[in-house]
């Protein structure tokens, strides 16, 4: 029987300033403090808890050698644990502070949610993948900052833009040391930024796509369903390994082009910011340089529905807008259902 997880966790739609719901700080620099800070603008907002941290990151000399590739085994000689209790998780993450090296990405769900919720974390080792089921296990997603927030653990993503929003937004957690696979492919002047390209290009094989926009909330989830989500992870660190060596390939002295790659992925763990939905999903506003995600708010909304559809509309026609606009954004809200 197929049925929806109906999430357990208070919902806070409003316009209130965010607060980063992180609940201890690891392998800090500088003590965990909230101060509410005022913009010139007027606008008042929390500061990133790990702005001082990873600032500081340069990657080890160990992450800038060339790397021996470990092409992985297939997914059936693979060790798979499929992870929804607290005991296995803990179990989970005390191996995973072992590990020198992680691949990870993030199923979300949108489309029946204001503000959207993570439903699954998929992990891989070298030796070992892991589906974590973050819909059940959201308020004990913390004990991984110990493993995001480790210098000396590299985690690798592809397209982290919105996962780092995700994990700051719903789980307090905090990526230092980052290798993003898509931000490589850019440095590389690859044709093709997506992972499918990847996987094909290095490992021989083609990903089945039709579950990217698949309700991630069912339970229990198909058997299709946890394959496709185990392959967005088990091939990453072995592509990493080659794009590593593609990297230094291209300037082996200075090691510049590696460089590169690892100072993008950390703009990104600077900030947090989420694709936009059909309304205006919030600001990314700059601070002291660190770029910061702001709950969505519903006032210029509209003006910005116009700019992106091209339309033109006379003062009583922009009025009537602005007042709809308002009107879908609180009933949203007050529904927690999208504005799309």
């Not at 409003?14 to 700080?25: E, N, Q, T, W």
């Not at 993450?93 to 199923?107: G, S």
């Not at 590299?154 to 929003?165: E, N, P, Y």
């Not at 950390?266 to 939905?277: G, M």
Request: aromatic share 12%; glycine share 4%.
């Amino acid at each position: 029987m197929i049925i929806m997880v109906v999430h357990k966790w208070d919902i806070d739609n409003s316009s209130a300033v965010f607060l980063p719901p992180i609940k201890y700080k690891p392998h800090s620099l500088k003590p965990l403090s909230f101060l509410l800070e005022t913009e010139d603008t007027g606008l008042e907002f929390y500061g990133h808890p790990y702005e001082v941290e990873l600032e500081a990151f340069k990657p080890s000399e160990d992450f800038l050698q060339r790397a021996e590739p470990q092409e992985p085994k297939s997914l059936e000689d693979t060790p798979y644990e499929y992870i929804d209790t607290e005991e296995a998780f803990l179990k989970m993450c005390k191996k995973l502070e072992d590990v020198t090296e992680l691949a990870i990405d993030l199923e979300h769900h949108s489309f029946r949610s204001f503000l959207g919720f993570t439903c699954l974390m998929q992990l891989s080792t070298r030796t070992e993948d892991y589906i974590v089921d973050t819909i059940q296990l959201r308020d004990s997603m913390h004990h991984l900052l110990e493993i995001l927030a480790n210098p000396k653990i590299l985690k690798v993503f592809h397209g982290a833009d919105s996962d780092i929003c995700w994990l700051q937004r719903d789980f307090g957690l905090y990526v230092i040391n980052m290798f993003d696979t898509g931000q490589a492919s850019r440095v590389l002047g690859y044709t093709n930024f997506s992972l499918n390209y990847l996987v094909q290009k290095f490992c021989n094989i083609q990903l089945d796509k039709k579950y990217q926009l698949a309700d991630w909330r069912m339970r229990p989830l198909s058997v299709e369903m946890l394959t496709y989500a185990r392959m967005d992870t088990h091939y990453l660190l072995y592509i990493y390994d080659l794009m590593k060596n593609e990297l230094l390939d291209r300037e082996s002295k200075t090691k510049n082009v590696l460089i590169t790659v690892f100072n993008r992925s950390k703009e990104i763990c600077l900030k947090s910011r989420t694709l936009p939905k059909w309304g205006f999903e919030g600001k990314v506003s700059p601070v002291g340089g660190v770029q910061r995600y702001d709950k969505p708010h519903a006032e210029e909304g509209y003006l910005i529905f116009c700019q992106r559809y091209q339309k033109t509309f006379n003062r009583k026609q922009l009025e009537a807008l602005k007042n709809l606009y308002a009107w879908r954004d609180r009933i949203a809200r007050e529904k927690d259902e999208s504005t799309g």
